[in-house]
């Protein structure tokens, strides 16, 4: 008996080891594997990284050279050199052009005479220096004219360069010269879900005298334009060095990055910049070793089938007790377990089907009831209304407090709906700020006791970490059967129907009617005609004057826009503007009236006209846009029309929106001594600490403080008030909207003599505009 227990002790224990020897193999092997992948993986993802900047490099060097070769083509650059008149030249629109329609949006163009002498500059005005004093590429171009494409350091930037001999009638006269930056490059690595960044070596850094983008690690140039942040602190941290110097790939697990370097090569093969390359290890796909992860787990299944097969081998020989025991330890295991997976899939389900901040149901919960609802009223003959409710002005609640308020005001929101629906009722959160509601059962008649509740409560201030906050709803109402007979269409006309509600002023309900998928219709129709009217030129600019009315002289000139459109006649703005913002075309509206309006500055300046200062209203979009000011900057050189010439009339909506990237654009502004205007002040959400850090010139006091002046008490004090605010911060102000004698007169004795409306003149077309000077000469 003995002999037998040590007999099956000693096989348990061969059985132990051979289980463990195995379970070792397994997960060596399986590591050596893993790694082994990953290394392939990061291999492939580095020559990838180096196949895409080699062919963007090549490109770009290609293209320059394509576009200097075109324009050796131009007759006019040769007639110009031959005649030593460079005013013959004017290749801004080409530059114009490239930067509209490709991703060249640096490029310059230099015109050299044989004798190497510049004689056009597309970057500046200055000419006729002789080039070749400090560069010998052009020495060498002299005495051996041919095509050369290089990349060199200049003191601004690294850049590609080509070079193309100019010949009359088989004689070398000159070349043209064209220059582009490596900003495209970095822009379409990005694309490719590859940042880069671009260091220029440090033996150039006495060259780069005027670096544009003014930022050096270590000597080296950081030639990459709105390169990341954290990129550049990173490269900062690690030294230069650690980067020039790696042979294929290098990975910074902490910093989930794989990183990769790109040599610039100089026509003697010698390293001259290098693009650093990063590649988010998180967009990594590692099927293969999810795989080899796979295969460990059935090899620890398979090791555990083997261990139970033996220990019911032993269970038949002599451990039935124990292997009852284990058995009983083996169904309660069971029987938790199962307990534990149903509360996880219960857990699962709940998850899945309501909002993780709110704890409503979400999307899909509701429309799930929502079908229900429609069978059970369809079988019953009973009714159903839907709500669709939009929070009022939430946007400004996450930008002025932060996303972590908003949060918490979306949860307050919700406890309160909770306390007006029933049980059969189902209230839901879809997303953002959007709430829906089914009533089940209920007429027009008690739907609106319902939403009157709902709109008194929501009346109530709301205190969030100590922050009143005031907000109301955009309700929208559809009802089953009237409005529609399956779940989408009642949603899409409930939401419908909210929007007209917010159209109306917010802060109230509307119910479902047929004029309003009418009016959706007609929407949609416009938004088609507002981009033919770009493509066929139909809008027209107005000049309204603004006038010092102590004086009496015309002070300046607001540009409006109007629509003459060919089949419905004059389309007043506040008809296509919204639409045009809602469907991203607001811009090229924008730069159309800019470009527009400064031609006809430029006209009426050369006819001997003094109009002033010229108002161009830019909205919030046109100022998000990179750019803006360039485009701006190249319109008032190309028209020659002097920026201290030009104001920009901002929305009072600025004051809340992204103020980092606005402030930048205004600052721009302020250097050109561009005037910058709040438009129609007073009636949006300003602050004073918000005027207090932007730019501004000038406020502009909004129409509807003016209609009733002088006899309303209220817009009087209003109107004293800001006067008060625009002398205490020392900004120009001027009144909108003066359509009487009694309003100007009240307005110059209040400290504001600068106007505009129509007791001095209407909106004028440029056609018109001359005659009217004329007449106020």
Known sequence: M?????????????ISLAFIMWMSIGYFFTKYRVGQLTTEKYTEITKNMH?????????????????AMSISNNNQIKEAILKKQKMKLDLNAFSLSLQENTSLSDIWIQVVNKDGTSLYRSWTKKNGDDLKKFRIDVTQMIQNPTIRSTISVGKFDLTFKSMVPLYESGKFIGFVEVIAKFNSIATKMSNKDYDSILLVDKKYKRQLTKAFTKTFIEDYYVAT?????ELVEYIEKKGVKAFININTYLVDNNFSKLISM???????????????MFYDLNNTEMQSVNKDEFRLFLLFIASFMISLALFYYFYLKNYETFINKLNDELENMVVDKTKEIQSQNDELEYVASHDPLTKLPNRMLFI?????????AERTGGCLCVLFLDLDRFKEVNDTYGHDIGDKLLQAVATRLRTQVREVDTISRLGGDEFTISLVDSSSKQTMLVVDKIVSLMAKVFLINEIEIYTTFSIGISKFPEDGETYDILLRN?????????????NTYQFYNFKMTELIVEKSKLALEIKRALENDEFIPYYQPKVNANTSKIIGMEALIRWEHPEYGFITPDKFIPVAEEIGLINKIDLWMMKKTISDMSKLQKNGFEIGVLSLNFSMQLLEDLNCFENLQLLLK??????KDIEVEIPETVLIGNQEKVISVLNKFRELKIVISIDDFGTGYSSLSYLKLLPIDKLKIDRSFVDDLPDDKNDVAIIKAIIALAQSLKMDLIA??????????????????????????????FDKLESFLKQSI
């Open 262 to 276: 790109y040599p610039v090569m100089d026509i003697n093969g010698e390293k001259m910049g290098y693009f650093t």
């Open 638 to 643: 190309k028209f020659q029309v002097n920026p």
């Open 225 to 229: 334009l709105n390169a990341k942040p």
């Open 2 to 14: 003995i002999k037998k227990v040590i007999k099956n002790r000693t096989l348990i224990l061969y």
């Open 368 to 376: 799930d009831r929502l079908k229900q609802s429609i069978k059970s």
């Open 51 to 67: 196949k895409e900047i080699r062919t963007l490099v090549k490109e770009k060097a290609e293209t320059v050279l394509i576009i």
């Open 736 to 765: 909108e909207g003066i359509e009487t004698k009694e309003q100007a007169d009240f307005l110059v004795k209040a400290g504001c003599p600068n106007h505009q409306g129509y007791y001095y003149s209407k909106p004028i077309p």
């Open 494 to 506: 409930a939401d419908t129907a909210m929007y007209r509600a917010k159209e109306r002023g917010k």
